[in-house]
Structure formats: structure tokens, C-alpha cells
């Protein structure tokens, strides 16, 4: 099983839909969760850290669910600039330091 | 501007060569990462430096190489022993490698294709 598992898309959705990416990580003792975004042949920016009660900016909204070891992104209202891969991350002890475990991505497509 | 820098944008090697990518930040993070992404694929850590003159590998780490003389920079030599190095190369720093919610920051990436 990989370590963070995405849904790799793509996701072709209109303008104005509400759209929800999922995301499941294996390691129960993972500390940390976020969400990058990443366009065409770019670098990965962040777009939100997920908390456990929840989080919203604006058209986003992050939810974790550590019992049942899932993350999900929801985009309300989505705009044709929402167009990218978006990577589930999660940030977990190991060998003695903390790293960085990344999702290959789901990608989205946002049309008129 | 702060932000992370790497250089060249575009790389291509023979094969049997050694070629060294570069990473500088001004960000005074303390944190600097190197990652390679293949299509299809998650990025993957190749090694990692918490600190000046100190560096970790990571998951896929053999051959490959890096130094960090300096708090701002963080080079990464791809030698003729990595086996398939054609990859998009990222580079990325961080205020500290504790737990928590540290942002790691990108740089724009290099893209290394063997010829």
C-alpha cells in the first residue's frame, strides 16, 4: 500500500462546480497535514494546512479524519485558474527526523 | 525578493557525465531539501541538511551527492552512478525540520534529461 494514496484524475469539471479530492496515508503516527498545489511543468506551492477541527479559505475547505486515517479537499465555486494537480502531503517521524511524504496528485480540469 | 533559486532551468547530460544543480535561498531557513518527481509519480527525497556542514540521505539517495558549506546554499551533484536521472529536480528550504506545520518552500526546478 503507498503511503499516501490520491485519485490521479483528472477531474474535468465546469466552471462553478464543486469539486472534492480525497486522500489516504498508511502511517497512523503521522503529525502534520497540508495540501500543495502545483501547475503545469511548476513548482509545488503550498494551499492549506488540514487541522484537526477542520479549515476553510475561501472557496477551500480542508478536512482530516485520523481515525479513519483521510484527508479531502473541497473547492466550492471553481474557476478555470483552479486548473492544477493538487498533492496530498503528509509530514510523519521517521528514523528519527520528520519528513515530508508526498501523493503523486490529482489532477483537475476546470472548463467553461 | 526572498525566495529559493535553482539553476539552470534546463539541463541536459551525456551520459557517463557528473553535473551539479544549483540551489541558493535567501529565506535564512535553516531546512534545505532536494526532491526528484517522474512523471506519474510522488516527489521523493533525496537528501536533506537540518544545518550548516550537515545532510541526511533520504529515500533515494544513491547516486547522488550534496554539500552544505553554506547556510544559503545547497548543491546537488548527479553522478554517472544514478541510473535513470532524467527527472524534474526540486529544490526546497524550510524554517526549521521539526514537527508541526513548517511550510516547505520551492524553488522553480531544474529539468535534467540525459542524452
Known amino acids: 500500500r503507498k503511503e499516501v494514496e490520491q485519485d490521479p484524475g483528472p477531474f474535468n469539471v465546469p466552471e462553478g462546480a464543486t469539486v472534492a479530492f480525497n486522500c489516504t496515508y498508511s502511517n497512523s503516527a503521522s503529525q502534520s497535514f497540508f495540501w500543495y498545489r502545483q501547475d503545469c511543468r511548476k513548482e509545488p506551492k503550498l494551499l492549506m494546512s488540514?487541522?484537526?477541527s477542520g479549515n476553510e479559505d475561501g472557496r477551500f475547505t480542508a478536512q482530516l479524519n485520523r481515525a479513519s486515517q483521510y484527508i479531502s479537499l473541497l473547492i466550492r465555486d471553481s474557476k478555470l485558474s483552479d486548473s492544477a494537480t493538487y498533492l496530498c502531503?503528509?509530514?510523519?517521524?521517521?528514523?528519527?527526523?520528520?519528513?515530508?511524504?508526498f501523493g503523486t496528485g490529482t489532477q483537475l480540469k476546470v472548463e467553461l | 525578493d526572498g525566495g529559493i533559486t535553482q539553476s539552470p532551468k534546463y539541463l541536459f547530460r551525456k551520459e557517463g557525465q557528473n553535473v551539479t544543480l544549483s540551489c541558493e535561498q535567501n529565506l535564512n531557513h535553516d531546512a534545505m531539501y532536494w526532491y526528484r518527481q517522474d512523471p506519474g509519480q510522488g516527489l521523493r527525497l533525496i537528501y536533506y541538511s537540518q544545518i550548516v556542514n550537515d545532510f541526511q540521505k533520504g529515500d533515494i539517495a544513491e547516486g547522488y551527492s550534496v554539500s552544505r558549506e553554506k547556510k544559503e546554499s545547497f548543491p546537488l551533484t548527479v553522478t554517472s552512478a544514478q541510473k535513470n536521472p532524467t527527472a524534474f529536480y526540486l529544490c526546497a528550504s524550510s524554517i526549521a525540520l521539526g514537527g508541526g506545520y513548517n511550510e516547505q518552500f520551492f524553488g522553480p526546478g531544474t529539468r535534467l534529461t540525459v542524452l
Open positions: 502531503v503528509v509530514k510523519e517521524v521517521k528514523g528519527g527526523g520528520n519528513k515530508l511524504t
Open positions: 488540514v487541522y484537526s
